[in-house]
């Protein structure tokens, strides 16, 4: 994955070398308290989030709900079910 952004970085760059380029890796779940990984960024869960829509609390409101709703149907799924 470095190799592929150092690789994406310098082809931007040779058709304009102006550009501030930033590698970033983003994880839709998570924590990773150290996002920067030196030659790229990683940002997990609420940052990742925040990061590619500019809502701060984007997370909160829409993601953390769904895992919960998906959490109590995989309950539903995995309960045995009986002879009707």
């Not at 959490?71 to 002879?83: C, S």
Request: aromatic share 14%.
């Amino acid at each position: 994955m470095v190799a592929d952004f150092k690789t994406a970085k310098k082809t931007l760059r040779t058709s304009n070398s102006q550009l501030n380029i930033v590698a970033v890796n983003g994880c839709c779940y998570g924590r990773d308290n150290n996002p920067d990984k030196g030659d790229y960024f990683k940002y997990c869960g609420q940052r990742f989030w925040e990061f590619i829509s500019g809502v701060t609390e984007l997370y909160t409101k829409i993601i953390e709900p769904l895992g919960h709703k998906a959490k109590e149907k995989n309950g539903e799924f995995l309960r045995p079910k009986f002879n009707q």
